[in-house]
């Protein structure tokens, strides 16, 4: 029996797809290993959003050659889908596959010699999806599905449309049908995911939308939670809003993702709203469920951004009723406009206005937090944490330990919220 071992770098939809292979494997008799243990095959799965991940692929391929010098290496992801020559260079890979080719990696790897082979196909041909297909994800409580890969926005600053190719997504029988299976399984909550969730449906023939798959899981009550992963701005509609306020299944929580908050530098991205947009967007979620939890993307330092557009997009934040954001320093990434445009930011610079978005981030996370002490919310209880404590998540997101045992695991109990911390509430059972 050949043991493999597989890493993930990067997104949800890779922590799936690595998912995914894995259970491929094992099914087809290969013993999987933990990726810091010696295994005939290690195979790592990368990100190529940034220089930066691209390093740390390139760090993970060395050190799986380290940990068993005999052991044959599999790259795939996007790193290898857009940057595989890069990869060819390195010594001991084996077999660089793009994201095409990671579904059938149980039989490359029955066919892996010891020359290099490389299969990379192109992407942007590609106008059809499959669903990926898992019958569990044990490293999770909660389960993770792709409806949706590619996408067509062709932001400035990025390299996922030539990574993952174009906008296509899951028909919505199979959408619903990986759903039942996951609820089957005995998870109380489903996440969707895609790279453009919020474009799903609109490729296929007739073209649907998210609505269409939200009200399918709703109407045939598929599973007690769903919560839906990152959705543009532009997608966030009237008929989804009210939908949303009268939705039994659908989690309180959106991330929406902003990049900037000057419209200048909006445009300079590539993204096609403006502020004013984005907070009628916010504001109207607010309005229609006053306990939802809203967090968005954020590019610190982005080329040609002034003091005085930094400015504006700190002021615009704190103005808005977020629960959190996610700060990315930029860094410009070879293959896209914004790595080649005038007026880079010196790094030091970014750093800092960095670390003022992580400030603010905090504020926010610790009052949306505290508006919720002495309240009662369901949670999911995760996983135990050590003895006589749990983690659990309420359907609004709020992250939170709670005195309990592991009987409390994969159910969804009452939580008075008793403390705020910095990352997380704690909370007490209420039997």
């Known amino acids: 029996m050949q043991t493999v071992a597989i890493t993930t770098l990067g997104c949800k939809i890779n922590q799936f797809e690595s998912a995914a292979m894995g259970e491929a494997l094992g099914k087809e008799g290969f013993q999987l290993l933990p990726f810091e243990a010696a295994a005939d095959i290690y195979v790592i799965n990368t990100c190529t959003v940034t220089a930066k991940t691209d390093a740390e692929s390139r760090k993970l391929i060395r050190r799986a ?84 890969n590619g996408c067509d926005a062709f932001c400035s600053y990025c390299i996922v449309p030539y990574a993952r190719g174009g906008s296509r ?20 909550e489903v996440v969707l995911t895609g ?22 899981v709703e109407e045939g009550r598929l599973v ?49 709203y403006t502020t004013a947009r984005f907070r009628d967007v916010v504001e109207s979620l607010v309005t229609a469920i006053p306990d939802v939890c809203i967090g968005c993307d954020i590019i610190a330092g982005f080329p040609g951004e002034t003091a005085e557009e930094f400015t504006r997009t700190l002021e615009f934040i704190q103005s808005l009723p977020l629960a959190y954001l996610h700060v990315f320093p930029f860094s410009p990434r070879e293959g896209t406009p914004a790595a080649t445009m005038v007026g880079q930011v010196n790094p030091s610079v970014i750093r800092e206005r960095a670390q003022a978005l992580r400030r603010v981030s905090d504020e926010k996370r610790r009052a949306y937090f505290r508006r919720f002490l002495g309240r009662v919310l369901p949670v999911l209880v995760l996983r135990p944490d050590s003895d006589g404590l749990v983690h659990g998540l309420s359907r609004n997101y709020l992250p939170m330990v709670i005195a309990g045992g592991d009987e409390l695991v994969n159910r969804e109990v009452p939580v008075r919220i008793v403390a705020v911390e910095r990352e997380l509430v704690r909370g007490e059972v209420i039997l």
């Open 169 to 188: 997504s899951v028909p919505l029988a199979e959408a619903l049908a990986g759903v039942r299976t996951f609820a089957a399984a005995g998870f109380q």
């Open 65 to 148: 050659r380290r940990r068993n010098p005999a052991a044959r290496i599999v790259v795939t992801g996007c790193y290898a889908q857009v940057a595989f020559e890069e990869l060819q260079e390195m010594e001991g890979v084996n077999l660089i596959i793009g994201n095409l080719e990671k579904k059938g990696l149980v039989g490359l790897l029955r066919e892996l010699g010891d020359e290099q082979r490389v299969l990379v196909s192109d992407i942007s041909r590609v106008r059809e999806t499959e669903g990926t297909h898992l019958e569990s994800f044990t490293e999770h409580t909660r389960a993770f599905l792709q409806v949706q």
């Open 195 to 216: 790279i453009h969730l919020g474009g799903y449906g609109l490729d296929l023939n007739p073209p649907i939308t998210l609505l269409h798959l939200l009200k399918g």
């Open 224 to 272: 007690p939670r769903l919560r839906v992963g990152s959705v543009e701005p532009t997608e966030v509609t009237r008929e989804l809003i009210a939908f949303l306020t009268s939705s039994r299944t659908v989690c309180p929580h959106f991330h929406i993702p902003l990049q900037s908050g000057d419209d200048q530098v909006l445009q300079r991205m590539n993204r096609n």
